[in-house]
């Protein structure tokens, strides 16, 4: 499909944009501003693709966001050399992201000390929240979770290094991070379908590959028991072993 300007859109975003109408139809007729329910057919939902990074690729992503350009042979990393300036800001958001599980706009959101606009960071107790005070959680689910010990440290230094929050850049939270991330990308050698949203899925399917029981991981990132199983269980070691010991 193309949408303004000839752009391609997606299936997945055309299926999006349908159900906004669709909702909307329905809310008209309720109101009674139209005389009959209006029907929008939808087309199937998609097969979300779960990509997530090996721990070589999680390696050059954030040497990337510190300048490092990663030179491969044969697929394996070989070399790195430093051809930019390093962008600490995304550094701390690839960590964060990579050791939480924390959605895009919570991660860039997170602050230092309670506050009413968005998560932050008890570095006394050891947790972290994801919602300010005050702020009605979603769909999402931003619950709260332990700190993991790895990360804990560098949160530590970065509170001395930085005023409002982690992922800030000179003085002030940033609102996206499109230029930073898609340089380190590209100097990490990796495609387009790396986005900021490949960190959690990463985080939940290190945590499987590890052997973290799929009920703990679901609390720990804020997302239901049948989505882990639907779309990350298979990287457990017990997934499907009945099956594989049954011979």
């Not at 087309?43 to 040497?63: C, G, I, K």
């Not at 044969?74 to 964060?96: D, E, N, Q």
């Not at 769909?139 to 440290?153: E, F, G, K, S």
């Amino acid at each position: 499909m193309a949408g303004e300007l000839g752009r391609p859109v997606t299936q997945a975003t055309a299926r999006r944009e349908l159900v906004t109408l669709s909702a909307a139809m329905s809310f008209a007729y309720k109101e009674r501003k139209l005389s009959q329910p209006i029907h929008v057919p939808l087309p199937a939902d998609s097969e979300p693709r779960r990509v997530w990074l090996r721990r070589s690729q999680a390696a050059a992503l954030l040497a990337g966001t510190l300048g490092f350009r990663t030179e491969y042979d044969k697929g394996k990393p070989v070399k790195r050399t430093r051809v930019a300036r390093p962008s600490y800001h995304i550094a701390r958001f690839v960590l964060i992201g990579l050791r939480t599980g924390t959605r895009h706009e919570a991660n860039l959101n997170f602050r230092w000390g309670v506050n009413s606009k968005g998560g932050w960071f008890d570095l006394d107790h050891g947790v972290m929240y994801r919602r300010g005070e005050g702020e009605v959680d979603t769909n999402n689910r931003r619950v709260p979770a332990p700190i993991p010990d790895r990360l804990l440290p560098h949160l530590k230094r970065w509170r001395r290094m930085t005023a409002v929050g982690p992922v800030e850049y000179a003085g002030r939270l940033i609102l996206k991070e499109r230029t930073g991330w898609d340089r380190a990308r590209e100097l990490a050698g990796l495609g387009e379908e790396i986005t900021p949203h490949v960190l959690k899925h990463t985080c939940i399917t290190w945590m499987l590959q590890r052997g973290v029981p799929i009920r703990v991981v679901a609390g720990f990132v804020g997302t239901t028991e049948k989505i882990i199983e639907k779309h990350y269980g298979h990287h457990s070691p017990d997934h499907m072993k009945e099956a594989r010991t049954a011979f």
